[in-house]
């Protein structure tokens, strides 16, 4: 029996969101400059001719990832808003926001190629030449500058934003639980969360 045709139309509106789930997947993997297009199309199961129909360029794919996860940072935001920054329990509210929408990622094995590929990008010299980290990332980072600021008054001429991205280095690399086997011989994964808390706390708080 063939499709009827809006099963056929549903179909198609679903190709543009497996493209990104693919290329999500092996960006994450690869690296921006390793991964093709063509690969791209081969992992969603597509031509290439509808990935650059969808997408038109690598550059415009690759932004369209970050764009479709960007309630992630929304969500940072909105938790963010929500804190009493003159408050006594300010800086654990901020770590918070700041921390448990990604580590929730973490927990989906879909969703984890996206926490890794953020890694990649944040770790990539070559990622002020694209504009997701400037237009995406860098209103929430100073949103989250400003926080610590209000929240961690007196530090020394350049804490914050230094403080801000140091933090961001140890969120991003936790998302990747393989190298722990190699130090340790039986890594306690559970911990992880909390203790990338308490260092993080830690840094802001006595740095």
Do not use: C
Not at 74 to 98: N, T
């Amino acid at each position: 029996m063939t499709s009827s045709r809006p099963d056929r139309a549903a179909r198609q509106n679903e190709r543009p969101a497996e493209i990104l789930r693919a290329a999500e997947r092996l960006f994450a993997q690869k690296g921006y400059h390793a991964t093709t297009m063509r690969e791209v199309a081969t992992a969603a199961g597509v031509g290439l001719s509808l990935v650059v129909y969808h997408f038109k360029s690598k550059d415009a794919l690759y932004y369209a990832i970050f764009e479709r996860r960007q309630y992630v940072n929304e969500e940072r935001l909105k938790r963010l808003e929500s804190v009493d920054l003159v408050g006594p329990a300010a800086l654990e509210a901020i770590i918070d926001a700041f921390i448990e929408p990604v580590l929730a990622l973490h927990e989906s094995p879909d969703d984890i190629w996206y926490a890794r590929l953020v890694f990649r990008e944040a770790a990539d010299p070559s990622s002020q030449e694209r504009s997701v980290i400037s237009v995406l990332f860098d209103p929430m980072a100073r949103a989250f500058i400003a926080a610590l600021e209000q929240a961690l008054p007196g530090k020394r001429p350049g804490f914050y934003p230094w403080a801000y991205l140091f933090s961001v280095g140890a969120l991003t690399q936790s998302s990747f639980d393989d190298r722990i086997g190699n130090l340790v011989t039986a890594p306690a994964f559970d911990q992880k969360n909390e203790v990338l808390r308490s260092y993080i706390r830690a840094a802001l708080a006595y740095g």
